[in-house]
C-alpha cells in the first residue's frame, strides 16, 4: 500500500509538472467583422455583445470603452448615458471570455483582444466618418489598449482616455507574489479563486459594488491562468509607456487599492517624456480603482466630456492641477 501510495504521487507530481497556463485564441478567419445593432460579429464568427449610448443628433465623438477584468460592458452604462446628454455616442462590447461573450472565464490572449479592438474601431469610423474616434478603458481594458497602441495595424483615432489601467507588472511585485502565480499557473491553471478574504475597496460606492455581487454576468471566480494571462498584459502594457502618442487622458485615483501607486507613478515618468503637451494625466484625491462608478464619478464624466470636446488648459475639477503636484513630489 506504501509503494502503490508513493506512485500515485509521483505519478500526479509529473502530472502537474507537465500543466501549463493556457491561452484560447480566436478559431480561423471565416469571414469579415460587422458591427450589428446589438453584436459585433468577428472575423472567426464569435458574436460579441455590445451596448451603445447614442446622442439624438449626429455625435460630436464616438468613444469605444473597454471593460476591466471580469467586467463587461455594462460597466459603461453610466457614463455612457451622461455623455450622450452631451453629443457624445458610446459603444462598449463584451470581451472574449467575459459577460456573455464565448468561452466565458477563459483567456483569449493579448493578440486577441487586440485583434477585435482594431476591427471595432474599423467598424466604427466606418458607421461615423465624420466623429473622431475616441477609445477608453478601464483597468484591464486600459491596458489592452495601451498595448494596441504599439501596433502598426492600429486605425487611427483621435485620443485615448486611460481610467485606472492595468499596470501592475511583475517587476513591481513582490517576489513571493510573482512566485506564487507561476508555480500555480504550471501546475493547477485550473484552479479558481474568488477573492474572497482580499480585504480590499474597488469603491465606496456600496450599493453599485453590491450590485455587481448579485449581477451573474460579473465573473466571481477566476482560474489562475486567467490571472496569468492578465499578468502577461500587464507587463505588456507597463512596458508600453512610451508608446502612447498624441491626445491622452490618464485617470487615477489616490484611494486606489487595487493597481497600486508605485507601478502606476513609475509609468507616468516614462509616460510623460514624450508628447507632453498633447498629454493630460488627472488624480482625483477621493477615487479608488472604479473611477467611472464611484460616488464622485459624475466628475470624472465632466472631465472627459470637456476634455473631448473643448480641450480645456485645465479640467473642471482642477484633477490635472492635483497630478502635478503628486508628481512633482514622486521619486
Given amino acids: 500500500m506504501q509503494l502503490r501510495g508513493t506512485i500515485h504521487i509521483f505519478v500526479l507530481l509529473l502530472t502537474l509538472n507537465g500543466c501549463m497556463p493556457m491561452t484560447y485564441p480566436p478559431g480561423t478567419k471565416t469571414n469579415t467583422a460587422r458591427l450589428g445593432y446589438n453584436m459585433f460579429l468577428t472575423e472567426d464568427g464569435a458574436n460579441l455583445p455590445v451596448r451603445h449610448w447614442l446622442p439624438k443628433t449626429e455625435p460630436v465623438a464616438v468613444i469605444i470603452a473597454l471593460h476591466g477584468f471580469n467586467d463587461y460592458s455594462h460597466f459603461f452604462d453610466p457614463p455612457g448615458e451622461y455623455l450622450s446628454r452631451r453629443g457624445i455616442a458610446s459603444f462598449a462590447y463584451d470581451q472574449r471570455g467575459f459577460g456573455a461573450a464565448p468561452q466565458r472565464g477563459l483567456w483569449a490572449g493579448e493578440e486577441a483582444y487586440i485583434r477585435d479592438l482594431q476591427n471595432f474601431v474599423q467598424q466604427v469610423k466606418t458607421h461615423y466618418p465624420k466623429s473622431p474616434v475616441y477609445l477608453l478603458g478601464e483597468s484591464m481594458g486600459g491596458a489592452i489598449i495601451i498595448t494596441a497602441m504599439s501596433q502598426n495595424a492600429m486605425p487611427d483615432i483621435a485620443g485615448v482616455i486611460l ?133 464622485q464619478a459624475p466628475t470624472t464624466w465632466k472631465d472627459i466630456a470637456a476634455w473631448i470636446n473643448t480641450r480645456p488648459a485645465e479640467l473642471p475639477s482642477g484633477a490635472d492641477n492635483r497630478a502635478r503636484q503628486v508628481l512633482s513630489t514622486t521619486n
Fill in 163 to 295: 481610467a485606472a489601467p492595468a499596470l501592475w507588472a511583475r517587476s513591481t511585485m513582490p517576489w513571493y507574489q510573482t512566485g506564487l502565480l507561476w508555480t500555480l499557473a504550471h501546475s493547477l491553471p485550473w484552479l479558481t479563486l474568488t477573492g474572497k478574504g482580499v480585504h480590499v475597496m474597488a469603491s465606496d460606492n456600496i450599493d453599485m459594488l453590491r450590485a455587481m455581487g448579485r449581477d451573474p454576468w460579473i465573473i466571481k471566480a477566476t482560474r489562475v491562468e486567467t490571472v496569468y494571462g492578465l499578468s502577461n498584459l500587464m507587463d505588456s502594457a507597463f512596458n508600453g509607456a512610451t508608446s502612447l502618442h498624441g491626445n491622452t487622458l490618464m485617470l487615477y485615483g489616490e484611494k486606489d487599492e487595487i493597481i497600486p501607486k508605485e507601478p502606476t507613478y513609475v509609468f507616468l515618468k516614462q509616460f510623460l517624456l514624450t508628447d507632453t503637451l498633447a498629454k493630460t494625466v488627472a488624480i482625483y484625491p477621493q477615487g479608488y480603482h472604479m473611477l467611472l462608478r464611484d460616488i
